[in-house]
């Protein structure tokens, strides 16, 4: 199936292993950003996955697009041109001590990038899927039009969008989310994120009074049935992540679709690296909605997005027969020769 | 002791670190292989520890041989010649992700090696012990030939000899393990296996029904009971790896000898590197079978290969006194200062 | 506030990630002792931190200075000269296998530093504390002759006094280091470290009965009130480690001042790296002692030194801000954007 | 324009820096091959390039195609399957250290493919060009049979072929060579060798008399006539290297076209991998010959493939803009801000 | 004596050894700019050199900072705040293959300084020298102010002002330059740069004709005469480089001050990193005219600033003893035992 | 042929690459020392080489043991003890800027050996060869009289005994090195060194008058000569550098046996790694002397040496083929396939 993503892609700079950034002399290059991820999950499952996006002209841009490549997707699309790419630090925490992020991404080419500077209408054409989350119209207004005029030619040509609510604080506030997304909520199909985002991104309340980080599953699902009774998505979906350490969390997921589903659970000890791990749970889900049904598409997305924090970066590199593996039940890490 | 093994070794590629395969730049190099890891144990508990096998001339092979040479190996046995080194890529797994190896062996110096190029007269003058594995008859029916005639020589020079049945199904398939094994068994002194590998290398069948990865103590013994009956090993031993996670396993292991007896378990977390785990086993028990009782051997055997996980590579760089504080019961991982 | 700490500051050695010294073909290098641990901790917090040492004038020698004055420790009074810098090589451990510690500091300068190396006088002038460890006066007679010159002086202008007993059997006996210690001690404010290293290096016996490894409140209360009472400390605290495994242990501390009290404590899994754990703390406590009360003193030297398992190398690269977060309560490692 | 080349891909394995291979710890990853090499140069000049081979379906048989992706060449005609990818082992020399290459590349899945693997009619579908070299039909009598159908369909659907004669005494003799490259030099529109490949996979004998490392463009001259009439190709090119040391060589080229040309000489010191070279050279050649004269052809071949010299791998990361910059006389090396 | 330098510091990032950026999975991290480093150059030579700038808050501000008190700058009045860190790709080059640089800087923390960030006043108290180059004013227009303000505070507390001219057509205009700098000329005592720069950055026009890259000293004194004419400065230098390649420069130097003096001559084959070898010129230069007279002031810059060719990293590592080494004729590189 | 060789092996600690000390955040581990240098390059040569030192029982001696083990050098009668392994930093030099050494050696355990850790009686059983260096006696005086008894014992088994006068000014002065050196050398048979190391070490003037770094070979003869008469040599030997640079040197070397002979010479650019050099020619010397003629064997150790200097550590890794190779004339630095 061809799907598309759009959003921003970055050079992500971390120290080797477990060190801090005050003691690095050098910097792993990864690159990664929402929707990216999800169009790499999405070509590792045999989807025809294009990222959609505007990348500087010199080097560091040609070295993100060919990462893309590199592992499957589909870059025609690309626009070339701008200032810079978005930079993120990454430090990778252990234990008490917890991972930590340092933005550099304004003025980013993606940022500042201009309405002609992509066909959607040739862009969509075939395609079965636009996903996007709500980092891409935190970016600037200019993206956040983009983005409707997108979802609009997307909807015109019936694919199905998805939106992970995902709400970043450096971005914008929530008044601002609230004020560009409410009105992006009625192209979306299938919404990511749970009653928090949902709060801070919609502005919506439920009133079901789930404390941070506890497993309230009947909460959960009257917070769910009242967000799609306000918002009119056909499937809502999130994870669940209790955490112990920066090392081991708990993590499993919920569904609302036909029914009220929640998956199983995932002791993740250690963890590899967890960024990217949200991503590859909406790469998953699309997957597994695109060709399963909803139980079996959770069940799918929590197992790939599990192994994602057991491998380094912010793509998640696992096919589908190893995340069927996981879903299948194998949990005990024998080698495979 | 002078000990004598015999087998392949390979070139081990591995990515640093947790890094997948498809994201590796470099490779780290390794040598290994079941009876070169079982080699250089006993040259670590200060034997005279001697390793047999056939190696390309070339630098390749010459750096496989400076490996063993460098941990104290005996080389001045093997043959060199040949096409090439096996090679096995090893992706090194964390918490529900598998380690993965892919085997690239076909055609190496050692599974085309000649009668002539050993001579096993000259090569067990001296010798106490002779040790191998499944794996030396599966590199090819020449290879089968010249372990028979080994096996011939070291028990008429008065040899122990042990073997680790170790089937491997990507060599050949249980039909053609039987046929070529059972004939070997009447040489063998001590057996290292349990009822599964027992099954799939010997086609025996204790009807004692042990589920995989169960701890049916009494199980076990009515196995090896029946084992030691149908082959007439005077030593049956095998560990017990209970499989939590790619990084956390619980490690023990037993033995018929005298009489039935079962080691201390340890528990292991994290694990560095669990290949070789095996042949770690098998080193300890010959070093114990040599110079204690079976008890205390297979008290050796069990934490020198608990050890082993700890530890890179495929060699366990561990002294007998570091396994002999462990075997004490030191398991705090205080600082030795 | 101005803190000034003595000692020595050595190479230190270490083969990447978890191997082990005999596989090394490089070593990272890090420089570290406890006295210059403490100062940087100091550093970090804001203080104005001296470490006094003698380092050869070469570029070994330069590169110790140049990382204390990385990280913000004033260098001005490090005397130059002299044959050699210390070193210890370390081999990190992991689960059953500990880690190991090789010393090669024999004829370091600062061993065979003189008192016209350092101007006391000038050196304490404005400040308000001094520290040093049980492995100072160890060093050489010599230096044991420079510190007491150094705590009268520090007397003479003011200053807090605070030790960390510190044995160091490698570095001498029991009956030596007593012969030394007991007469310092009458300079000494606080006094950090247990029972156990009071009995070695102040001959001290409580009588309190408290098994190694145990966590007997009561019997390390009383113990505590007998060390005041023989040595006249105003506060005594000390660190209690429960060691689980290499990689895992159980973190908490015991102070006695106005009164008794005990911390919170924590689970550390995985640990990253635990050389400097105990100076970490003392860091913290001298920090907190400056700044608040003694239970609040204590709650920050246990997070900071919890903290600093967590983070490679001797020095704990941590700000006061994070102390405090973790001392907060939140230790779900949950990621900082 | 769409150009297709068709031959070997391998894995190439080498020390860090310039260690030997009996020193090294770790083998730096790097894809490369003839053909291969020269599709990823013109995709770097903006040419649609196809390579087309087959590799197994593992993860390394995946890395081998992923690292053509990234660098723009299109992989939708490579055949998945086979036992293993072929090895090589390069050790770097420098000053009178040689570099050496061990082969390991027998048995690799292009070398045992079949016709049905490749569906050329399809391959060819809207192309100009077909390159491949003499290694191609050396892998094996199979694959030299489906060379000759390719070229069959390539010459019916009217695309240019050209060939690097390349002759590897590991791969087969000149009596083997000669046998089965000679029929296929009717196909042939352009080709890049000298006189001495000429001899050894051609059997050719000019009589021009021309002493190794010579270079005696007369000489050169007659040899280029004398090959054009026995094999009717219209254009004939060949590099000349001067090699003062492996770190020092003088690198130029000869056409014969039109007319007979020799390019401007560039003085390469130091060499930073020369692997590749000439392929650098094949791919600027069909790049010139596709889009410029003969001689500007030929300027861009040599000045591309000195440029090759200086980039590490087999591939030739250099873009027109740049080889254009040095074809323009450039060659001061001063830094581009 | 103590020196002021006021500027920008960038994170520099780099593919290890000769890669390109294309080809990076990691990037070494330095931190330099022009005035930062002459800071260096300083404080390797006993200077107390302060290196006045603003940097965000973060770790990666805290980097650059630590870095420049590592190798001895004073760090006191570098101001904290503001958005990011200005960064550089470098891409070293090798023979034909010219360096690269990619910037980054917009929107540092130091073009968006403001006045009160800086207490000059305070700062030149007890200072000898100011220096500063063409790229501070072409930050910002602020920026600029700042510095015009610095220098007044300067000139009032008597210091000697000097600038390396330094024209970046990245950063402003030759047009914009002149407006800028010439009205800043009039504080300048020492200027650093040669006839183009003079032209860029001054609007300077000799008349003398000096063709790029030709050393035609007569020509270079004619023009530095006029320039000290037209703006009064007491002293004019410059280096002369002749790029042989990227690898290979003759390196040398010309001084207008009592009189006109030309150094020696340098072969610099190889170059490891060229980055910083203007700083380094200036920063010798600076030490030589506050120590010696003008001509060895000259030799010691020259000698200084081939020596920074021969070290990685922004900074030059050179003692002012391994300078003066080479000002007194040893070129031979023989092993300093 | 068994040759025996008596010194101390250190580690070596290096930066990567061309980094400074002061820059350096990993060391680069290597063992050497002049005369396991000699023993590897023999090993290589396919002879059976001892080399017998005193090393501590820890990892690091273990460290040093194994490498040696690992390139074939029988370590058999190396006795293990002591205090320490000596340490040398080494910053290697690039052009202008010279590599530079920081021994931290003293109190090394083969400086420490008694007469009892070695029983030369059995160690020389066999052996056709004794050698060792200026460097040995210079350790202590105690290994000064170890030394003259092994010299003693050499000769009463018949065994040619070679020195490498290698005067080294950090360890004696001249006087005392003449003290010990010049009753020594009744029992040498081969010497290597020029008029300046008999100067320094056997005080020695021939009044020929040779310049420093000159190439007077009729000087260098009579000197030879004279040292002949002088000390009774049956073969005086010395390598001629001519030092360009810190990466360019011109290499030969003399003999005089039969009569006086010159070898060719050899342009090094780039040089890897010189340290090992001259004794790389030893090894070869000694090689030579036991298999061909002398000026062969002059021949082939100036190729030996002249290879050793484009490898890196202080082991030359070449095998007696390539450095045939390298005799015979071809300097091109071809690719080996």
């Given at each position: 199936m061809k799907v598309v993503t759009f959003g921003e892609i970055m050079l992500r700079l971390s120290p080797a292993s477990l060190e801090r950034l005050v003691q690095a002399k050098a910097l792993e290059v990864v690159y990664g950003g929402g929707e990216a991820n999800v169009a790499v999950s999405l070509a590792n499952y045999g989807h025809e996955a294009y990222f959609v996006t505007k990348l500087p002209k010199h080097e560091i841009g040609e070295s993100a697009l060919n990462e893309l490549r590199r592992y499957g997707v589909n870059t025609s699309y690309i626009a070339r041109g701008g200032e810079r790419l978005g930079i993120y630090y990454l430090e990778t925490g252990a234990s008490l001590r917890p991972s930590k992020v340092i933005y550099d991404r304004s003025h980013s080419a993606i940022s500042e990038?201009?309405?002609?500077?992509?066909?959607f209408k040739k862009i969509f054409k075939g395609a079965s899927w636009f996903h996007w989350s709500g980092i891409t119209p935190a970016l600037s207004p200019q993206v956040a039009k983009i983005l409707e005029a997108a979802c609009i030619e997307a909807k015109a040509q019936g694919l199905k969008i998805s939106v992970d609510l995902n709400y970043r604080k450096k971005l914008w506030s929530p008044e601002e989310a609230q004020k560009v997304m409410i009105p992006l909520m009625k192209y979306v199909d299938v919404c990511i994120g749970n009653e928090e985002d949902a709060e801070k991104v919609l502005g919506f309340k439920s009133g079901s009074n789930i404390e941070h980080g506890e497993l309230n599953v009947e909460g959960y699902k009257n917070s769910f049935l009242a967000m799609r009774k306000q918002f009119g998505f056909k499937v809502i979906a999130t994870t669940l992540r209790q955490s112990h350490s920066a090392t081991h969390n708990t993590w499993s997921a919920l569904i609302l679709a036909d029914d009220f589903y929640q998956s199983r659970k995932y002791e993740i000890n250690p963890i590899v690296d967890r960024v990217g791990g949200g991503d590859s749970f909406s790469g998953g889900l699309i997957h597994g909605l695109l060709t399963t049904d909803y139980k079996n598409a959770l069940e799918f997305a929590v197992a790939a997005s599990a192994l994602k924090h057991t491998i380094s970066g912010d793509f998640n590199h696992a096919s589908e027969e190893e995340v069927l593996a996981l879903c299948g039940?194998?949990?005990?890490g024998r080698v495979q020769r």
């Amino acid at each position: 199936m061809k799907v598309v993503t759009f959003g921003e892609i970055m050079l992500r700079l971390s120290p080797a292993s477990l060190e801090r950034l005050v003691q690095a002399k050098a910097l792993e290059v990864v690159y990664g950003g929402g929707e990216a991820n999800v169009a790499v999950s999405l070509a590792n499952y045999g989807h025809e996955a294009y990222f959609v996006t505007k990348l500087p002209k010199h080097e560091i841009g040609e070295s993100a697009l060919n990462e893309l490549r590199r592992y499957g997707v589909n870059t025609s699309y690309i626009a070339r041109g701008g200032e810079r790419l978005g930079i993120y630090y990454l430090e990778t925490g252990a234990s008490l001590r917890p991972s930590k992020v340092i933005y550099d991404r304004s003025h980013s080419a993606i940022s500042e990038a201009k309405p002609q500077d992509f066909d959607f209408k040739k862009i969509f054409k075939g395609a079965s899927w636009f996903h996007w989350s709500g980092i891409t119209p935190a970016l600037s207004p200019q993206v956040a039009k983009i983005l409707e005029a997108a979802c609009i030619e997307a909807k015109a040509q019936g694919l199905k969008i998805s939106v992970d609510l995902n709400y970043r604080k450096k971005l914008w506030s929530p008044e601002e989310a609230q004020k560009v997304m409410i009105p992006l909520m009625k192209y979306v199909d299938v919404c990511i994120g749970n009653e928090e985002d949902a709060e801070k991104v919609l502005g919506f309340k439920s009133g079901s009074n789930i404390e941070h980080g506890e497993l309230n599953v009947e909460g959960y699902k009257n917070s769910f049935l009242a967000m799609r009774k306000q918002f009119g998505f056909k499937v809502i979906a999130t994870t669940l992540r209790q955490s112990h350490s920066a090392t081991h969390n708990t993590w499993s997921a919920l569904i609302l679709a036909d029914d009220f589903y929640q998956s199983r659970k995932y002791e993740i000890n250690p963890i590899v690296d967890r960024v990217g791990g949200g991503d590859s749970f909406s790469g998953g889900l699309i997957h597994g909605l695109l060709t399963t049904d909803y139980k079996n598409a959770l069940e799918f997305a929590v197992a790939a997005s599990a192994l994602k924090h057991t491998i380094s970066g912010d793509f998640n590199h696992a096919s589908e027969e190893e995340v069927l593996a996981l879903c299948g039940g194998d949990t005990s890490g024998r080698v495979q020769r």
